[in-house]
């Protein structure tokens, strides 16, 4: 399988409940390498940009509020299919629906404060890491 990178975000809400370890711990448990990362509160207009492709759901207010309610965790991640990798670490966006033992499962509560984003695809994956992280704030895995 090929190595790829992906981008994750901790949320406002597992941030708040100091669970931003055990999270880490469940990549570095998947084989998935944190190869930069920073801590932000995001702006309304960063939140916004992030998640332009929802601009016209019917969540997207609320999802830009949530977003910019505490700071949040962002790291890229790299390792042998780390899209999908990190998207069943991640488990089903609504929490209810998320199989037992996901990130999601165990640390969310509500479809909205779901604990995790992770890109869903190389493309969303190249553009949210470079939205996030310059080239040279990107460290290869060894
Ligand atoms: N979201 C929401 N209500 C919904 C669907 C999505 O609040 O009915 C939020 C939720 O925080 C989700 C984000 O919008 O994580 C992006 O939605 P997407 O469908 O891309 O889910 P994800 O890729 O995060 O699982």
Redesign the pocket.
């Known amino acids: 399988m090929a190595i790829e990178r992906t981008l994750s975000i901790i949320k406002p809400d597992a941030v708040a409940k100091n669970v931003i370890g055990q999270i880490y711990s469940r990549f570095e448990g998947a084989g998935l390498k944190v190869i930069a990362a920073r801590m932000a509160w995001l702006s309304e207009q960063e939140a916004g940009a992030f ?1 332009a492709v ?1 601009k016209d759901r019917p ?1 997207f207010k ?2 830009v509020k949530f977003m910019t309610s505490g700071p949040v965790m962002i790291q890229a991640l790299e390792g042998e299919g780390a899209i999908l990798k990190n998207r069943d670490l ?1 488990g089903a ?1 609504d929490p209810k629906k998320a199989a037992p033992g996901t990130i999601r499962a165990d640390f969310a509560d509500s ?2 404060a ?1 604990a995790v ?2 890109s ?1 695809a190389a493309e969303t994956a190249a553009v949210e890491i470079a939205f996030f992280f310059p080239t040279l704030n990107v460290f290869a895995g060894r």
Request: aromatic share 16%.
């Open positions: 998640y929802h969540f609320d999802l991640m966006t479809i909205d779901n984003h992770g869903d």
